[in-house]
């Protein structure tokens, strides 16, 4: 459990250092980029695409945020229906097909949270991350990831989601 709390500690960090960082650009790019949601919670949308690489101290990753387009990127932590992909590693990832973890494995992996509003999340545990397209100008790829409600002290395994889309973005350096 420790280890979960680590990885979405470093997420809301990520997120953090997206939001604020002032040489960033002030809109996402906004081609490519769509989310399906079934299960618990249904609903599609267009969504706004961000990608980063984040480095904070001695630990580094490569995430990617989606949003309904229009919404505020940049508001930081607990976003409505934000969805998030990290990747630990000091590079972009190469083109392939990464399986979702659920513990700090090592950088072969993505983990992904899908925040539904600033009270409910749901934390991915199964699924893939296929990356089509990976250079300083732009990443592409879909998704297919399965996930359930967020909860330490209760969890409930009836309350699962399923999500599907595809993100394509110019990457950020933070």
Known sequence: MRT???????????????????????????????VTITGDITKSFDADCMAALVTEDTVSAFTVILQPKGSDISSGFYSNNMLTFSKYSNTLPAVGKYNIGTE????????????????????????????????????????????SIFDYTNPDPTRIINVKGQFSTKPMNL
């Open 4 to 34: 979960r709390f680590l990885l979405i500690s470093f997420l809301f960090i990520a997120i953090f250092f997206i939001g604020c960082d002032e040489d960033s650009p002030t809109e996402p790019s906004s081609s490519s980029n769509s």
């Open 104 to 147: 700090m494995e090592g950088d072969e992996k993505f983990y992904s949270l899908f925040f539904a509003n600033d009270s409910t999340f749901y934390f991915m545990y199964s699924g893939t991350v296929e990356i089509t397209k990976s250079s300083s100008e732009n990443i592409s790829g879909k998704f297919d990831v399965q996930g």
